[in-house]
Nanobody
């Protein structure tokens, strides 16, 4: 059974850091591009970052550029989102999603259940 499980969320103070993980099971991530998305209460889901299947190309939303870093470890079948200098406006449920395509996409095939990130003092 194909499954994506996000972890690493939690409560952090402004300026702090978290590293989110997206672990895949039931399939190998090697041929999949992976995106991170977030949805805050009362807001639409937005794309945060993505990494293509080879790991050679990454994209970031303007709101997180310079603060977030996406990476992948295909040997561990896991994609990470390192989040630094967190702001209260980063508070949201974060989701990872995959698409079996060599490039980042606007449509994704499978989604995880999400992990809550709360940035507050």
């Amino acid at each position: 059974q194909l499954q994506l499980v996000e972890s690493g969320g939690g409560l952090v103070q402004p300026g702090g850091s978290l590293r989110l993980s997206c672990a895949a099971s039931g399939f190998t991530l090697d041929y999949y591009s992976v995106g991170w998305f977030r949805q805050a209460p009362g807001k639409e889901r937005e794309g945060v970052s993505c990494i293509n299947s080879s790991g050679g190309s990454t994209k970031y939303a303007d709101s997180v550029k310079g603060r977030f870093t996406i990476s992948r470890d295909n040997a561990k079948n896991t994609v990470y989102l390192q989040m630094n200098s967190l702001k209260p406006e980063d508070t949201a449920v974060y989701y990872c999603a995959v698409v079996k395509y060599p490039l980042c996409s606007i449509e994704y095939d499978y989604w995880g259940q999400g992990t809550q990130v709360t940035v507050s003092s």
